[in-house]
């Protein structure tokens, strides 16, 4: 008996393209890529590695192939033949390898699998480059070539078709309505007009339904008009994460000119991550323009609200320690706001060891939440956040992202910790003052 | 004409043409890219374009607490490398000469002895950065051709300069005419080496570590990330 276990490959494929075809889609794509600031951080490193040290997958493995810089190196190697300053030469004379078919499918596993796109090792080089950035640039490529891992393009494919990997958008109003009936909390949907449009993210349209009730909750309470509305409603963006630049687009265009089609002047993201690199800093990229709608992040919407006086909260008066989402925090500029909520909600917080700006990433960000070739990365880095977690004393976690807390939520089911993952969201609604 | 004068001349010509032309198609190749302007609104509060480079190229002159320990004796050997080669090639006498012969500017030279120790602390540096290289289990898997050709291109300038660093640079300017040619030529030629390897390689970051941090930190100050 052959007692042989087939290795299982590190990378997928889609559709039937010949492999030259492929590699061409995807040299194609990281041509287009080489804009100035692109180029200019193609061109800056030195090769110091440093990196290394900032990223999560490589401090809780220690496996040189995880530094963050050379997960770039398909990118470079077709930045050098197509695009540096020398690249006739580097062709000609054969100085730097093309990029084949094996090349691809060896680095979709460090792309996708192994970086959350989180911009830890952004703030580690010394000469300054964007890795993460760059990271997601050459996943535009592979994207083009068909090859990013299964899960996330099965996603993509339903958020091509639906507007969102979740549920289709004419199933809204019955999603809401089943949530409204549940949770005893009026929630508009599809209203002509309004001043705030409110959006979601895939998961609170399945498992974390209490989020739209709870925010629900939360405008209710301000008198000011707002709704959901089904013809934009998803605003997690599975193409930002993906490389699909295309879906990126139809899915950003969706929520602004739904907000202008009802006249909304604010667009509030929900609790996710990359809905707000999405939205709040790439949307006016599609646009075109300046953007003629505001967007803001959940946890900018309740610290303002609070702040304003528009809602009360009453005192938990516990310990709390907080999960600083990357693409709100690091990549966002949004340190203060979830820190000044989680101080009004009374609670003594007791950072992280690495906290705020120079947190670590839940290991989850960037689709390797959805990645199911992820997962033994993904425990590893999770322990190491249990043990900074647990380090803290802290009675409560709290989060403001919902793609890290079902991936520390995985984590802690994985390992039987008995440690609720709380949303700021969810914290605010519950501890409404009258 | 000896080597001495093929390498004070034609060559030196063409070296000091390669590393400027050179160079500057480098930085026009950055230049002249399409660059998408970002439309987003900044954050309330967020400093100016300038003020948000300026502060990161400050930030990237020393590694982060965080990564301080990783970072610090990678951080301390490349300063002792940057500052000893800055302080030869700068402050020695002859080095001084030479570069008033081609540019008529001039400056107070530093003693010999601060030349000594800042050349053998320079050797000891780039002799680390070697070891890390070849030791260190990341900085081998992304090591290039380019990193091992740059350190060799320049140790050169350096161990042929200690060759023909025999007497008091007091001396060496009296003469009319130098006695060591032979070694002197060598000398420039590798110095000449490095001129035109310049544009090709990573030692482009004397110029770009600049406009690299400074574009992240115009990035990041935009949407209110205090870096």
Redo the contacts between chains.
Sequence with gaps: MNTQVAKKPTFDQQGDLPDEERVAAALQSFVSE????????M????????C???CHF?VTTGE??Y?P??KLEQFRRAYLRQA???APLVRALG?VRKPGIADLQQWQELLYDSCTMCGRC?????????IA?LVKEARHGMFKAGMVPERLALMDRAARQWGSPATPGEDLPDILAEVSAERGVTINCDLESAEILVTAAPAELTEHTKALADAAKILNRTGVSWTMHQEGFDASNIGFNNGDLELQERLTRSLIDTAVKIGAKTIVLPECGHAYGAA??????W?????PV?IIHMTELLDELIASGQIRVNKIGETATFHDPCQIV??????AAARRVLAALGFDLIELE?HG??GYCCGGGGGVVSNVRSAPLRSKVFAMKQQQVEATGAKQLVTSCGQCRITLEMGAKQTKWDKPIESLLELVADNLAD | MDALDIARGPLLTISLGVFILGTLWRLANIALRPRMADRSLAREGAPSWLMGAWGNILRGMWPRPEFSQSALITTLNGYVLHIGLALVVFGYAPHIAFIHRITGLSWPALPDVVMYLAAGATIISMLMALVFRLTNPVRRKISHADDWITWVIVMLPIATGMAVLIDPSAQILARENPIYRGPLALHLLTLELLLVWFPFGKLMHAFLFVFSRGATGVRFSHRGVKL
């Design positions: 080489f804009g100035r600031t692109t180029t200019l951080h061109d800056s490193c030195v090769r110091c590695g440093q290394a040290n900032a490589f040189a192939k530094t810089i050379y540096s300053a020398f100085l952004t703030l580690a080089c010394p000469m300054g480059i964007d950035e709040r800093w790439e949307a006016a990229k646009y075109g323009q300046a953007l505001r690091r990549r966002g500029g949004l340190e690495n700006l120079m």
